[in-house]
């Protein structure tokens, strides 16, 4: 195994400073990924020195977790797992219902499907995906505690979460990650998340730190989508916002060309100088995406290329909401 990443810490967990996020293998972006490629994908992830990998229960639902846990089983001990809870999903037939559930009684049974699912003992970083308001988050904490106190699962996460809930959570389990969209054109964390994940010793996880694959350069207003790709209902995916948001790709551009890089390795090198704690975890189908995104891990922004990318990308309004408001709802409680 090459292992040229550094390493990072999440809490008191630590991973490679970029992780893996396997849901587009077999969810949202389109068809699935042939299972066996998709299987050689993850194992090249590992053999690149990436031991950190990201699914969830609702991608598929399922279907993504059967995936790694194949695909890593091999391995288990030399990587570290994170999946998701909080979606209504029914434990008995994988059918997603509406909403979300974070009942403690709905968690302890997802628990149990997903171990047998990712043929593990343990789940590394345990996520609940979409805080539930019907739930008080207090009770979730505890109920991921006695997880934890079971050997079942060992760190605690949230994904999208305010930082009131984040430290609600955290003062009844500690937080190990705290998962949310992030990258140069979506940075609403920064206001109050980032500053909250700072004080406590939080690690934070930019889920789609390549803005769904547009800061790559690879997709502009003449792209088109499969039916199959969430993409084609989400309002930052316009042909219009596309168009007017090629300005934070060009941004990226510029400073690759300067480094002798990619607009994507640009992207994720710039969250990985924000904070030492930071740990993006971007999903490709593809071999030479994954080696690029590696690649990323040895660009270096410095503080006055942080500075100028700062005051740049300041004069830059984006165009549309990051999400359709329909999944947006969710976020941010």
């Given amino acids: 195994m090459v292992n040229r990443i550094?390493?990072?810490?999440?809490?008191?967990?630590?991973?490679?400073?970029?992780?893996?996020?396997?849901?587009?293998?077999?969810?949202?972006?389109?068809p699935a990924t042939d299972r066996q490629q998709a299987i050689a994908l993850i194992r090249s992830a590992l053999d690149l020195g990436v031991d950190f990998f990201d699914t969830a229960e609702v991608y598929g639902p399922w279907a993504n977790e059967e995936l790694v846990g194949e695909a890593l089983a091999p391995v288990r001990d030399q990587v570290v797992i994170a999946t998701k809870f909080g979606w209504n999903i029914d434990q008995d037939t994988g059918a997603r219902q509406k909403g979300l559930n974070s009942r403690p009684e709905q968690i302890k049974r997802a628990t149990?499907?997903?171990?047998?699912?990712?043929?593990?003992?343990?789940?590394?970083?345990?996520?609940?995906h979409r805080v539930d308001p019907e739930v008080p988050i207090e009770d979730v904490a505890g109920t991921v505690k006695e997880l934890i106190e079971q050997g079942k699962v060992k760190h605690f996460g949230l994904s999208e979460a305010s930082a009131r809930s984040i430290r609600r959570a955290h003062a009844v389990q500690p937080v190990a990650a705290v998962q949310s969209e992030y990258s140069l054109w979506t940075r609403?964390?920064?206001t109050e998340v980032l500053p909250v994940c700072e004080e406590l010793g939080i690690g934070f996880v930019p889920w789609s730190p390549l803005g769904q694959g547009f800061l790559t350069g690879k997709i502009n207003a003449a792209t088109t989508f499969d039916s199959t790709d969430m993409r084609a209902s989400f309002p930052r995916f316009t042909a219009q916002a596309r168009e007017a948001n090629q300005a934070v790709v060009d941004l990226l551009?510029?400073?690759?060309?300067?480094?002798?890089?990619?607009?994507?390795?640009?992207?994720?090198?710039?969250?990985?100088?924000?904070?030492?704690?930071i740990v993006p975890i971007p999903g490709t189908t593809k071999l030479h995406r994954l080696k690029e995104n590696v690649g990323a891990a040895e660009v270096e922004i410095s503080a006055a290329e942080l500075k100028e990318m700062e005051s740049a990308?300041?004069?830059?309004?984006?165009q549309g909401a990051r999400l359709p408001e329909a999944i947006l709802k969710f976020s941010n409680v």
């Fill in 6 to 30: 550094n390493k990072r810490k999440l809490g008191n967990l630590e991973v490679t400073a970029i992780g893996f996020g396997c849901m587009g293998l077999s969810h949202a972006y389109g």
């Fill in 112 to 128: 149990e499907g997903m171990l047998k699912r990712l043929q593990t003992d343990r789940i590394d970083l345990f996520y609940q």
């Fill in 188 to 190: 609403d964390p920064e």
């Fill in 253 to 277: 551009s510029r400073i690759a060309e300067r480094k002798g890089a990619t607009p994507a390795q640009v992207a994720l090198a710039w969250l990985l100088a924000r904070k030492p704690w």
């Fill in 313 to 318: 990308a300041a004069g830059i309004e984006v």
